[in-house]
């Protein structure tokens, strides 16, 4: 089955930009999610891409996906105080019941 | 609007004891699903359900059950509470299976088993 992995913590300065790694294993995934959670709450989605795209950007986000390499990541620019959250990936393989595996999240500390 | 509501928020049970987890959507959407999340695993489907009167088993059931008797309401059960039950659980509804109607998630159920 897929596995999708991640790093558990990353840190940054506010200011800089962060840059959250996952890799996932099923290459007839179809489209490769990013949702934050904030402490005590569930998870918000923030964008996903399809799987024929290379690169998609919304406001400060980026994620880029190198589909040889079934590799996501996601970019923020200007990172924030307010950014620091767990960022969770996910990917989704086509058909189904819309069957999506989640990473074990990537803990971001944003220092002021 | 309210989007997913869980009830309750926080819950501590004995060991054996048994408990029912409510789900609400007032989005009309189809697809349900129980998740929970356990520090270091991510996010596991318990059940899930693709309409009103449907269910089906996710990665880890054993232990839960669930009923969908109402498209808006998706509930779960525990029957026998044990303490490996301890987790936050997190419900979330899509439109339909397609990828880009990705899920939206519930706050969770933070439940304690003694």
């Known amino acids: 089955g897929e596995d999708v992995e991640q790093s558990l913590f990353l840190s940054v300065r506010e200011g800089d930009s962060s840059v959250i790694n996952c890799t996932y294993t099923?290459?007839?995934?179809?489209?490769l999610y990013w949702y934050k959670q904030e402490p005590g709450a569930g998870l918000q989605l923030l964008t996903y891409i399809f799987s024929n795209m290379d690169m998609k950007q919304d406001q400060r986000l980026t994620v880029l996906l190198n589909k040889k390499d079934k590799h996501l990541s996601l970019r923020i620019a200007d990172t924030q105080t307010g950014d620091s959250a767990i960022y969770f990936c996910?990917?989704?393989?086509?058909?189904?019941?819309?069957?999506?595996?989640f990473g074990i999240g990537t803990k971001l500390q944003v220092i002021p | 609007n309210a989007g997913v509501t869980q009830t309750p928020k926080f819950r501590v049970l004995k060991t054996g004891q048994s408990m029912t987890l409510l789900c609400a959507q007032d989005m009309n959407h189809e697809y349900m699903y129980w998740y929970r999340q356990d520090p270091g695993m991510g996010l596991r489907l318990i059940h899930y359900?693709?309409?009103?009167?449907?269910?089906a088993k996710g990665e880890v059931p054993d232990g839960y059950n669930v009923s969908r008797l109402k498209k808006q309401n998706f509930l779960l059960g525990l029957e026998s509470a044990a303490p490996s039950q301890t987790s936050v659980y997190f419900c979330?509804?899509?439109?339909?299976?397609?990828?880009?109607?990705?899920?939206?998630f519930g706050d969770g159920t933070r439940l304690s088993i003694l």
């Open positions: 099923d290459s007839s995934s179809t489209y």
């Open positions: 996910a990917a989704k393989l086509s058909g189904g019941y819309q069957k999506v595996t």
């Open positions: 359900s693709v309409g009103e009167g449907t269910t």
């Open positions: 979330a509804s899509t439109t339909t299976g397609a990828g880009n109607q990705p899920q939206h």
